[in-house]
């Protein structure tokens, strides 16, 4: 309708300006008429220059129209046309605008959801162009490439080149600590163009639990097979030496001794049995929030007499903590053996307890300037019955580190020989 309108009042200028220079021509020889010839003349001039700017006013709006859709410039305005005929066409290129304004706003928001999930899951996402830069990266990746080396300090992206399809690669993080990387390759062409997805999954957790599910397997087999092989050596050893005692028979006193060493042997793999036992026994916890500052404070007076000589530091960023009381009171108790026996030879003696919330973890710290670990002990240190102390069973910081896992958090533990030993408990932000 508009451009029939437009084609009308272009078809009607023209013909009042061909009708004019018509009375011109009839004119131009009627020297009497050379004022109305003049204003003929004029009023041509006038047609002409009307017309012209009527189809440059067009073209003009619809070079603004074309320019703000090419642009995405949503904020370009046209307003009501002088012209009638004109009036729906510009409502038609505004309307135009504010459709496509609209749908890009439900891109844009679409976008930045997509974005907001990605960043949340807790697999690593990187897509590669076909020069190999950065499309997208999620959090856990860009931190994976902060935090995560490989082979010879090679970052994350460095080792992309190695992987096809799915591979596990190893590396360490940060603190020292090894990691399994699960790695998915998937390959794909958008708009013609190559592009490379890549997804990091941390298995390191999962070997974890599944070697300390083999452990448990395998004591809960030991303690059992052991503990009825001892008990019944242990009530005869005890039988016979009440009868010896009795009956008093001469000459038997090296049997008498043996017997004893016997039953004193049995008791002692006994209860060296039941310590282990004790660490598959564990409760499932029962999660609450509770002051830590007042929690470590009890265990402190615990230790009251021990901590004498040694300077013990407290942090709380954070007052409250969701975890067992029970078992992170077992937890730390054995962590603070751990320290006071490690100061015990030095001279210089300090314990800080550092208690922040990080990301989606809370971090309970606790570290000793004590003897600390080489390379070769830290790698073990986790591993159930592993221990350097003659007197130790190996199982507080396995003990610990089950702990941990039942919350759904981790441990991490860091060490520098004769410098420090630092172990953080992180429990999630979110309720088990």
């Known amino acids: 309708m508009a451009y029939n309108k437009f084609s009308l009042y272009i078809v009607l200028r023209i013909l009042l300006i061909l009708l004019n220079l018509i009375g011109l ?21 006038a047609q002409t220059i009307s017309l012209v700017r009527f189809v440059n006013k067009t073209n003009h709006e619809l070079s603004k129209f074309i320019l703000a859709l090419r642009d995405t410039d949503y904020t370009a305005k046209f307003s009501k046309a002088d012209n009638e005929s004109f009036a729906l066409l510009y409502e038609r290129f505004q309307n135009t605008l504010d459709f496509y304004k609209t749908k890009e706003t439900k891109y844009e928001a679409q976008f930045l959801f997509i974005q907001e999930l990605i960043d949340n899951i807790e697999t690593g996402l990187l897509a590669l162009d076909e020069n190999n830069k950065i499309v997208l990266i999620n959090q856990v990746a860009r931190q994976m490439r902060i935090d995560y080396q490989f082979g010879n300090n090679q970052g994350l992206i460095s080792i992309l080149g190695q992987i096809n399809d799915s591979q596990i690669v190893s590396g360490q993080n940060s603190s020292g600590q090894k990691v399994e990387l699960l790695v998915n390759q998937s390959s794909f062409r958008l708009l013609d163009k190559p592009q490379t997805i890549y997804t990091f999954k941390d298995i390191s957790s999962p070997l974890e639990s599944k070697e300390i599910a083999s452990w448990q397997k395998l004591i809960r087999i030991l303690a059992h097979e052991i503990i009825n092989s001892l008990t019944p050596i242990t009530s005869l050893s005890e039988t ?21 060493t016997i039953k004193d042997r049995s008791e002692g793999l006994l209860s060296f049995m039941e310590d282990y036992r004790k660490m598959i026994k564990l409760p499932q916890p029962k999660p609450e929030w509770f002051d830590i500052k007042e929690k470590i404070r009890g265990i402190l007076n615990l230790f009251q007499s021990q901590l004498d000589t040694i300077e013990v530091f407290e942090v709380y960023e954070q007052k409250e903590i969701f975890a067992d009381p029970v078992l992170l009171e077992q937890t730390l108790v054995n962590l603070f053996t751990n320290s006071i026996q490690a100061l015990e030879d030095q ?17 309970l710290s606790l570290r000793d300037s004590g003897i600390g670990m080489d390379q070769d002990v830290l790698s073990k240190a986790l591993v159930p019955f592993f221990t350097t102390k003659n007197t130790g069973s190996g199982i507080g910081l396995s003990l610990v580190q089950q702990i941990l896992n039942l919350h759904g958090g981790r441990v991490e ?9 630092q172990i953080t408990l992180l429990f999630p932000m979110t309720k088990i």
Do not use: H, Q
């Open 240 to 260: 016979t030496l009440l009868i010896l005692k009795k009956t008093k028979p001469t000459g038997l006193e090296d049997i008498e001794l043996s017997l004893k």
């Open 413 to 421: 533990l860091v060490s520098e020989e004769n410098k420090f030993t």
């Open 25 to 45: 021509a009839y004119l131009f020889d009627r020297g009497d008429l050379l004022y109305t010839l003049f204003a003929l003349a004029v009023l041509v001039i």
């Open 347 to 363: 001279e210089e003696k300090s314990i800080t307890v550092k208690f922040f919330c990080e990301k989606s973890w809370m971090n």
